[in-house]
Each structure stands twice: as structure tokens, then as C-alpha cells.
């Protein structure tokens, strides 16, 4: 749930693609939204179209009379069904001019890998007439800004903003960081710093941290919004302020953090923007600790998202995955006694791995999980979701964590290793050498 | 790039939540699109909007005008901002009427966990004048489906149908699959089939395939469509028949099939809906082979990837993550002097890791990576991104394959990933025991 102002200034995100209707996941609308926090801005809306140039140039039409500025990606390719910039000249009544210099660009684009234009790309170097041509050093088709005056059409009284850019991220990305977002927070919020408070919750469901934390939500107004997320295991609050310095903006999220501690304070297991795995990085790091994983249900999705961190080297020596409890044996020296007497799914298997780990590579943690994520595989007295998670160390302390869990495999190991994490952090944050 | 006609009928998604314009990743749209292929029906348009009454119900009208059906997934919850319900009402100009026995179930609900239902629920009893209420297992928001008979004070000449959902996923789901989509198929699309031809290329980038198949989708029209998505890796073309029998439309894309193996046949690693983990393991298991990884780079995503599939425990034994190197000699034996020599990233560390995984297991195939993922920890002679792949077995042969890999960290792991499980699917295929 969310409380505060709508965002102003609003700017609008259109994703051209009939591939994003039929499947294919779309993680542009996060990152943008997250590229835009950084200036200080924020999304007002977003929406997904097929590759139809009708319905494209209605929507951009109706975009540009609503908000500030519009964002569109995607449909600049060579192809036939790349319609964004027609459908952009439709929506606004103006011509597309030939750029030689463009075409020019692709050429020795092409050259430089060796191969030659195909007749198609020609297409890519056209351009609204009266835009800005935005350099795209990672692929062929250029970016578009074009400032629409007050009225021009339309009831509006502003002055609107349309950016076409090129649908993969990578060519996205640099194009919006360094040509658009300068422009459009110079355009839109010249005296205005954005400042985020992140406290990260385990432990407590999110209807009872959204209840905890009502009154402190209900001061949300002008220049003060908050944000509660929750994920599998993990419930995330934030807090945005709008003021003008960063330092009147921070004074008004001290305000805000010490009023959150007081309510949900016991339950937070850091702060700041890093994600649980870098924080873990961070807390492992700081106090010279070293780690190695033992996984069974989780099969290396612990290991990797650990590893997904750049410099994960300097505390993750390495992991097994022991789905076979030959391996177990053999790998983590899990007694034999133990997997007929209790099987591999139990509080004493989990204990043997993380300390079988542990010893094997002389890491001053050991971390193992140990469990059934379904959907075949459950008993009466083992059913799916029941899972152990084993921290061996520091010191001569093991402790194994159970966990009873219900959904899909998927969601069961994710929950397993964000869980997992947790009770690393927590492990390491309270027992410094 | 897609071909084809738009879809009809025109299915409407809107998604209400404003911490999915502040960086929370939606899965929503794929998956559901998902769903609706499955019955023959597909999504015309997505958007996503802040949870604001007023903007939500000006969307809710002009979806209605432009759409056959519109789900509306979120904002069904208790708290303040949660107003879907609201916007919905005030679109259409209905009330929303108090229905016992929904409050009934709820409390009933909040009874079963040993808890108090709180006041705020109340809200969730009430219901758009005239629509059905659906049944929801998992949680305590009802869906509700309203039918809109034509004209109803719009210009449209169609039976629409207005459907809200709960928004989390686990809970809009079963709802939809069992109460809503045999509704929309039989009111829109009572009389067609559905199927879909899955094509999935290595080796051959987008654009290539784009113009290879370019003839082939020229044929697009009523009846027949077709997509090609790329992935890092990889190149995905689907084709999709309506029919009035499956009959028919199988045999609209069997010409279609050779006509493609014709054109990019050779790129073809796998045909149908499974995904490349999914095929990996069935190519295994039918072949009886076994397998182990050896991984650095990649840190676990491998294996994980591999154990994302049910029943991967029939051919995958384990895994190693060797981030130290120290762990690459203890556990895979590779050979300090390969090591000393070589350095861990080297076509000859990537062949020891292989046959030393084998070896340690007793797996008919050992898989390995090992490569730099950055950002740092590049050179002149070794720059991140160099990647190396071996496949030991099945048999005598090892085979170590060299990637020279641009992009992010990120990028680079999935990529390597990516690549190791389609050398695998290629050496269970070429050399079946």
C-alpha cells in the first residue's frame, strides 16, 4: 500500500511490443521507475501496446493531454511493425524529416562489424520534424526529444515533453541517464532534491506492519509519501521526501525513522537501499567473516544469488549442491547413521551439512538448507514446504532454523534462500569476532 | 517483431498499484497473458495506474469503450487505498451494494487463523451493483464480474464484461483460470481453436532470423500469427493458428513448421512449449544420463536453473560453486600447476573442472564454467566477459567452448548459463548411448 501525492510532475511511460502482450516479461517499467527515483522523479502511469499504429498515435495523443512528458520505448527498429515514429507524427500532425547524418551513423555502424546496411535500416533515420536527435552508441536506432510549446493542440497549459527511445534496455538505459532525465528535471522540478529512507522488515506480515505503522502513514502529504512492499518473507517501507535541499529533506525522514523504529523497529533487519544479498556482502565483509553454502532444495539459487553480487569473492569461498545424498557423503562427510535414521530432510542432516561445509573449507561460516520444494516428494510427517536452514559458526555454535512453508516449488525456494539470507545477516550482525 | 492481426477480441488488462510504478517488479502481465493463450485468447493492452479513484475510473470507462472485457487486478484490499471497488462504481455510474454473506466468509476466515477481523474489512463485503461475485480461496477479497449489455451508455454495439481481481497473484489466478476465462472464452470466442507451433534457435541473432523468416511471415493474416522474441542466447519463434477445429489449425502449422526448418532448420535446438531447463532434463532423462556442474563464474545459477524443474533429482546429482580457488584443487582436483600456469579462468582449468566433477560423482556428463562476470577483474589478455563452457562425456571426449561476452555482470552470468545448457541439450542429443 501506498499513501501520499499523486507524482508531479506526472510522466508517463508507453512500451510499444506485441511480444510484451503474448509472454514476454517486461522489466523496463522497475527500472525506469528506479533510474527516475534517482533525479527525484517518479511514473505517473504506464502502458503496454501492441506494434499498431492507430492504436499508438491515440495513445501518445492522449498521453501527451494528461501529463507533463511521455516516455515512449520500443517500435524505432528496421521492421515493418517498428511503427513508433509514425505513430508519433500521426498522434501530432508533423512530418518526418530524412537525416542524412543518421543514415550516415548506421553505415559505419554496420562497417565497423563488417557487414552492410540492409535496405530496411534506412527507415531508423527518420525523424520527427523539430526533434532533438538523442546519440544511441549501443545499436542502430537513435533516440527523439521533442518539446511541445503550450496549447500546440491540445487544452493543455504546460510545456510537454515526448521521448522516443529504443526499446532494448542496454541502449535505453545510457540514453535516458544522460540526454533525457537532466533535461527533464531541469524541465519539470528545477529546485527540488528527493531524499528515501529504506528500512527492510523480516518477520512480521505486511497487514500488521501496514498496521503498525497507519498513524505514522497517515502524515503522508506534500512532500511526504511512503511506500510498503512486500515480498516472499520480507515486508519493505519506504519513504520519500520532496523539500528543497537535501538537508531539509533528510531532517523530515529522521522525523519519519525515529517514528518507525518506535512502532516496528524490533523487525528491522536493516536500512538503506542495498538489496539482502548485498547487505549480507556488506555485514560479512566489514567483520572479515568467511562463507560457504551446503544446498539441497534450493539446488544453488542461495549460492548465485550470493554470487550475483560484484566482489562476492571477498567472503563466499563456494557452495556444493548436494542433491544426491551419495554427495552429502561424499562432499559435506553427512554420516550414513544420520540419513537412514532421520533422512536427508532433517534438523540433523541440515546440521551435518553446515558444519561438514563448513570444516571442508575452513570458512568461519557454514550455511546449509536442507528441504522439500514439491511438488512430488512430501509425506504426512515430511510434506512439502518443510525446510531446515543450518548456520555453522563463528565460533563452535550451530544452530538449524525450521521453516514450514506453503506454495509452489518456485516460491518455496525462493522463500528458503531469502530466509536463509536473513538468518545470515542476523547471525553476523549479532555475533561480531 | 510480431505479425498478424490484432487481437479479437480485445481483452483489456489494467493493473492498480502505485508500488509498481516505484520500482516493484509486475509479473502479472506475462503470466496472465499465458493464461489467456492457453484458452485461445490474448491481451490487446496493458496499463498500469497509481492507486488514485479519479484516474482509475476515467480508465475503466474508456477501456470498456475501446474493449470487448477489462481485468482489473489490485486495489480489492481493506485499506484506505485500496479503492478499485470506488472507481469502478464511479465509472459506470452503479453503487456498490453491502453483501452479507461475503463478511460472513471473511470473518469466518480471520475465525480459522485465531484472529479478530479488523473494521477495515468490512469494506471488502461491498460489491458492484448487478455483478457476480467470485469466490476467492486464498484470501479475503472477492472477485467480482459485472456484464455490460451494449449500448449501456457508450457508443459500443458489443456485450462487455468488467472483471475485478485480487492482486496478488497466487490469489487472481485460480480465480481467473476457473471462474473467468471459460466465461470470456464461450462470450467472445465460442467457436475457435487455438494452437501454437514453439521453435526455439541458438546461434543466429534476431535480426538474422527476422530476415530469414521474413517470407514466411509475410503469409500473416486472419487465422494465423506469428512472434520472434530474443533472449540473451537465444531466438524464439512461435506461430499461433486459430481454427475452428484443432484439427485445422494443426494442420495450418505444419506447413507452417516446414516451411521455418526450411528457412533457419539448423538453428533449431528444440521444438514446443517447454522451457530450455525443462528440455535439458527431459533430453537427459529419456537418454539416462546423469549430471553434476562445476561452476565459478556463474556462482550456482546453473544449478539452480536446473533445479527450478521438478524432478530434476532423476538426472541432476549436484553441483560445486568454486569461487576459491583453493576449493577448485580440494574438491574438483584441478592441478595446482594448471592453476599456476593457466590461471582458473582457462580453457585448461575448464577441462580439469569438468572431468573432476565427473570424476568426484560418477555422472555420465560433468559440466563446468568458469569466466570473468566483472566488473572488475579483467585484463588486457583476459577481459571480462571471456567465459569458458566444458562438457565432459558422455564417453571419452571433453569438449571446452570459449565465449568472448559483452554486458553487464548480470548479463554475462545468465548468458554463460544460457549457453551451458544448450552445449548440454546439444551433447545429450548428438550422442545418445
Redesign the interface.
Known sequence: ???GL??RPAIELLCA???????????H??RI??LL?GRGL???????????RA?LAREIRSALDRSDALIVSGGL?P????VTREAAADALGLGLRFRPAILGRIKARFKRLGLRM?AENRRQAFVLSGAEVLVNKGGTAPGQLLTLPPGNGSGSRRIRTLVLLPGPF?ELAPILEAQVLPRLKKRYAPRSVTERLSLHLAGIPESAA??KLSNLVATAGPGLSF?I?SYPGQVDF?AYAIAKTSRQARAVLGRVRRKALAAVGRHVLWEGEAPLEAEVGRALTARRLTL??A?SC???????R???I????AF?????????D??KK??LRVRPKTLRRHGAVSRECCREMAEGIRR??GCSLGLSVTGIA???GGTRSKPVGLVYIGVAGPGSKTTVHELRLS?D??FI?TRATTRALQLLLESAARRPR
Open positions: 500500500m501506498t499513501a499523486l507524482p511490443g506485441s511480444e510484451l502482450l503474448k509472454g514476454q516479461l517486461n522489466t517499467v522497475p521507475s528506479l527515483a517518479a511514473l505517473s502511469r504506464e502502458a503496454t501496446l501492441p506494434d499498431d492504436g527498429g521492421t515493418f511493425d517498428d540492409p542496454r501496514d498496521e511506500t512492499l519506504h560457504a553454502a544446498e534450493t539446488g544453488g539459487m542461495l549460492a548465485s550470493l554470487t550475483d560484484p566482489g562476492a569473492s563466499f569461498l563456494g557452495g556444493v549442491t548436494t542433491y544426491a551419495a554427495l561424499d562432499l571442508r573449507t514439491g511438488p512430488a506454495g516449488r518456485g525456494r
